[in-house]
């Protein structure tokens, strides 16, 4: 039987291969939690990047902390539940806690550090063009509000002069 993520099951189809020598299952379902503890623990690390790269260049709420903090740790739980009970049938192994943190390393201090510095440099590219827009827009927003500023105002002063109330003096 498969989860609904499916991790394949190697104890049963091992040991029938195995010619009943336990100690080869054992030895290959440790290495095959092992790898797949580090594979999850790189998914996380690049799931928190995620996580990073949405706060990054911006101020976030407590609120929003706080939500994505519980995404993720929702997340890790599941992908960790779906592990062991896929691969130790339920049994929680310390060593895959250790080779998760290494995975989550080994992707924080490689592929992490050049996918956070490309999305600041995207996040800085982004702002400018924002900037300059926003000059623009403002500068055009500004001609147009003295136009309307002067064409109200010489309206008034018209008015003015034809009930005699004001004069060019």
């Given at each position: 039987?498969?989860?609904?993520?499916?991790?394949?099951?190697?104890?049963?189809?091992?040991?029938?291969?195995?010619?009943?020598?336990?100690?080869?299952?054992?030895?290959?379902?440790?290495?095959?939690l092992?790898?797949?503890?580090?594979?999850?623990?790189?998914?996380?690390?690049?799931?928190?990047?995620?996580?990073?790269?949405?706060?990054?260049?911006?101020?976030?709420?407590?609120?929003?902390?706080?939500?994505?903090?519980?995404?993720?740790c929702?997340?890790?739980?599941?992908?960790?539940?779906?592990?062991?009970?896929?691969?130790t049938?339920?049994?929680?192994?310390?060593?895959?806690?250790?080779f998760?943190?290494v995975?989550?390393?080994?992707?924080?201090?490689?592929?992490?550090?050049?996918?956070?510095?490309?999305?600041?440099?995207?996040?800085?590219f982004?702002?400018?063009?924002?900037?300059?827009?926003?000059?623009?827009?403002?500068?055009?927003?500004?001609?147009?509000?003295r136009?309307?500023?002067?064409?109200?105002?010489?309206?008034?002063?018209?008015?003015?002069?034809?009930?005699?109330?004001?004069s060019?003096?």
């Amino acid at each position: 039987t498969h989860s609904f993520i499916s991790i394949p099951r190697l104890q049963k189809s091992v040991f029938r291969f195995s010619g009943g020598n336990n100690m080869q299952v054992i030895q290959l379902n440790q290495s095959v939690l092992a790898v797949w503890s580090l594979v999850i623990g790189a998914v996380l690390c690049a799931f928190y990047d995620i996580i990073r790269a949405f706060r990054l260049g911006r101020r976030t709420r407590a609120l929003t902390l706080f939500v994505l903090d519980f995404a993720f740790c929702l997340i890790s739980a599941l992908l960790m539940l779906v592990m062991f009970y896929n691969l130790t049938f339920g049994r929680i192994r310390a060593y895959a806690f250790v080779f998760m943190l290494v995975g989550f390393l080994i992707w924080r201090f490689t592929v992490g550090k050049v996918f956070i510095s490309i999305v600041w440099r995207i996040i800085i590219f982004v702002q400018r063009i924002l900037s300059l827009l926003k000059t623009r827009i403002l500068a055009v927003w500004q001609i147009i509000a003295r136009y309307i500023h002067t064409k109200n105002y010489c309206r008034v002063y018209i008015k003015r002069i034809k009930r005699g109330t004001d004069s060019f003096k």
